[in-house]
């Protein structure tokens, strides 16, 4: 065989099974890495405190303890009164979950109205935010309404929905540099209704 094509083999060879190594090699270190950033974060989730407002009936896990604010709001388009309560938990990188709770003195039939009419006010706290998602959802088995806002420095997500006659909103708010969706995910799946709903 001539000398040349079996050095050029021997070659081709040789590139090929460096070739692969490095990919198996940068493969297997991706791996570990996503499961060490896995990792970390259910460490980080398996820290947050459980949280229940029997006067709200409902529980969540939050990163710490919530500050509850509460007072009275007049529906807009009517004269009806309602109970706005806050329960806020914020991080100190300025993370904030929160959980928003509107009661009405009566049941409301346009639910989806007034769900958007709340992402609208959020909206308009923000001049420069815009609407990234929005879609209509069923959340705990009641009508919701899931949607993200964006402005130029800030991200929010956001889970609303109706039971009888209250409105829950749980709400995510992040700067953009340290915005992770999954920590809205966790927040929203350990939402529970603790009055049989």
């Known amino acids: 065989m001539d000398r040349k094509i079996l050095v050029a083999g021997v070659g081709i060879v040789g590139f090929l099974f460096v070739f692969y190594l490095i990919v198996f090699t940068q493969t297997g270190a991706e791996g570990e890495s996503q499961a060490g950033k896995a990792s970390v ?15 709200n009936h409902f529980s969540a896990l939050f990163p710490l303890l919530p500050q509850k604010v509460s007072h009275a709001v007049t529906t807009p388009g009517s004269a009806q009164k309602a109970t706005l309560t806050m329960y806020v938990s914020e991080s100190p990188n300025g993370t904030v979950l929160s959980v928003r709770v509107v009661k009405y003195s009566e049941e409301e039939k346009d639910v ?39 402005d130029p420095e800030i991200r929010i997500m956001a ?18 540099d340290s915005f992770d969706e999954d920590i809205f995910r966790h927040f929203v799946s350990s939402f529970k209704l603790t009055n049989g709903g």
């Open 41 to 55: 974060k259910d460490e980080i989730f398996s820290a947050w405190k459980p949280f229940t407002s029997e006067k």
């Open 159 to 176: 889970q609303s929905f109706f039971k009888d006659n209250a409105q829950y909103s749980l709400i995510y708010i992040s700067k953009l």
């Open 112 to 150: 989806m109205d007034l769900m958007k009419l709340t992402m609208n006010s959020m909206m308009e706290a923000h001049s420069e935010s815009v609407l990234r998602d929005i879609r209509e959802n069923t959340f705990l088995g009641n009508p919701g309404l899931e949607f993200s806002i964006q």
